[in-house]
């Protein structure tokens, strides 16, 4: 049914859907709205979970983690400085291959304190073992979630999801979405049988010590998994789009990308600006295109090679940052043609909406007018230089 | 793929600590023992056994070298002797 719902309410009702035994989290802006609609959820009787509440997000991401270890399908969610506070635990929860979803309403790291959009918390986490999944819009996001539990309790899989949906833009942001009905839901995501669970019966220890003759097989086995799961994520999605009509790629998604010669790459919400940005251009007879990364990990670099290797310029928009180094995304982009016979002329790479700065069409016109010119690196839009004169001397 | 992820009871028994020992071992003198146990209490490997006086002795196999059963021993009936590697060893024999 086609509804009119702000995002972080449409999430708690796809999360409900999935009928997750134990929901636990802290609020913290801008995920708030999301377990706050969960927790009505469970207080009226319309989904039968445990919704324990508790002091940090540290112990949030502790109890999702005993509740998933003892067999019951969980849910979390986080933002910002809880998801940092939740890393000790995030790292467990993969490293004891717990099948979870979590939702990360993506927002800036402090200090300065800010409440506004950007990926530097979930990208901090990449190295984690957790899958992340990065959504344009609150379609994508919606379906992402029911994607994510299913890649998540695969057999084969056995590892966590993380949906990182861009705070504000999308959590506070209002669609008309197709919500699921709940019996399409039960039909794609049956209920979650675990492989192993904590058992007075049949007793097992998840996480004990491994010493250097058993730990690095634990990782590798990580690693190997991961790429799996690139085979695994289109298959699945081409399964939801035979039960829901939605067609997704799941890694990528090519917007004008085969004649192009400009293409943006981005993640996220921005991607809904250059997508008009492009529909303009395109207009008016300019090449250009988009390449939407949407799993972000695993990094589904043959899927990329392939969208880009004829493409003459390229410019990757980060809304994080590496300080010191390059920016995340276009650092993998580069890695990807590395060696390769076939590659863009040019890779640049550009910064944008650090910090919830907005990401007009005029910045996204400007990224394509420097493109044009020789290689960028690190190349920040919007950037006020006035603001840097500010020096403290005594 | 999954990888040695879960223990399941009695595993731990695989994981010959032994190989942590480094040059000390304890010696048990069997000389002045009064049976009290204490050394069984503290190893932290639990491989110290015995049940008579001056029976009691540990498994090398899993015994880490670190110590607390000489240190405990009330009669000084356990001392740790210097323990040389293989290599070593065969070093001075030639």
Known sequence: MREFLEGSLAVARIVKACKPGVISAYPITPQTHVVEELANFVANGELNSQFVNVESEHSAASVVLGSVAAGVRSYTATSSQGLFYMSEVIFNIAGMRLPLVLTCANRAISAPISIWNDHQDSISLRDSGWIQFYTENLQETIDFHLISYRLSEDKHVMLPVMVCMDGYTLTHGIETIDMPDEGKVDSFLPPYKPLYKLDVENPLSLGPLADPDYYMETRYAIHQTHKDVLEIIPKLALEF????????????????????????????SVCGTVKEVVDELRAKGKKVGLLKIVAYRPFPAEAIYEALKNIPKVAVLDRSLSLGSYAPVAAEIKAAFFGKK???????????????????????????????GREKSNEFIDLKPELLKEEYEQ | MFGPLIAKPGSSRKNKTGSWRIESRPKFLKKNCIACRMCVVICPEGCISGKEKNTFDCDLAFCKGCGNCAYICPKQDIEMVREESEAAAKNKKE
């Open chain 1, 342 to 372: 076939k590659k863009p002329q040019v890779i640049s790479s550009f910064v944008v909406g650090i910090g919830g700065r907005d990401i007009t069409k005029d910045s996204i016109k400007e990224v394509l007018r420097l493109v044009n």
């Open chain 1, 241 to 268: 789009s035979k039960v829901f009509g939605r067609h997704y790629n799941g890694l990528i998604e090519e917007y004008h990308t085969k004649d192009a010669e400009r293409v943006i790459v981005a993640m996220g």
